[in-house]
């Protein structure tokens, strides 16, 4: 009989809450998670087929790359661009460290970019769900299923390589309780400490271009 209206960290909200902590009897890292299996249940069309490309393309032995570049036109920071070759060469360098087959899953919002520059550095096995790449928030013309696949696949692949700074990539693990989630830092061109902080809670470490992270961080 209780409404809460909050933002992104309404998970942190609950369990620092002295009102509800002791009536909640899951992890807090598991809410997305229950959240998904409960909730927000996609439709068996959705879920079908993201099972079928998951056993076309070997998914679960892949590695997802989650790369968010800014690059819609809603998006754009001209005060404080995000320096996408260096950020991608991040991507690169963490992917190169992991053991994997070749196979590459990409979530984008600038696929022809991010694929060119994949394929300069001899990464050329990269698969993607088809259909057009839109903003669940900013587009005037959604796409809502590739949207949600793109979302869904993050979690079902061997190792997820995220954008520290897309809440896409962080609910896309959180969905699945992701056991290989790598983080990577971005690049701005203007890059300050006061920005690094702004992607993550206080008592989070940084980053430093990429590392393995924890479902906690996510939240």
Request: proline share 2%; hydrophobic share 35%.
């Amino acid at each position: 009989n209780i409404v809460i209206k909050t933002g992104s960290n309404f998970s942190r909200f609950l369990y620092k809450n002295k009102n509800f902590k002791h009536k909640i009897n899951i992890p807090e890292t598991d809410v997305i998670y229950h959240l998904f299996k409960n909730i927000l249940i996609p439709k068996s069309k959705y879920l079908n087929r993201l099972n079928k490309f998951i056993n076309k393309y070997d998914v679960h032995n892949s590695v997802c790359m989650q790369i968010r570049t800014f690059q819609f036109k809603e998006f754009l920071d001209l005060k404080n661009p995000l320096n996408v070759s260096k950020t991608i060469e991040r991507f690169i360098n963490c992917f190169k460290s992991l053991k994997h087959n070749n196979k590459i899953v990409l979530t984008t919002d600038n696929y022809e970019m991010v694929k060119n520059l994949l394929e300069k550095n001899n990464i050329k096995d990269i698969i993607f769900i088809d259909g057009k790449i839109t903003h669940s928030r900013k587009s005037e013309k959604v796409d809502n299923e590739k949207t949600l696949l793109d979302m869904l696949i993050i979690g079902e692949c061997k190792h997820a390589i995220i954008s520290y700074w897309s809440n896409f990539g962080r609910i896309g693990c959180l969905r699945t309780r992701h056991k290989s989630v790598w983080l990577v830092e971005p690049d701005f061109k203007k890059h300050t400490q006061e920005l690094k902080k702004q992607f993550r809670d206080k008592n989070d470490p940084l980053v430093n271009n990429f590392r393995q992270g924890g479902l906690s961080e996510l939240l």
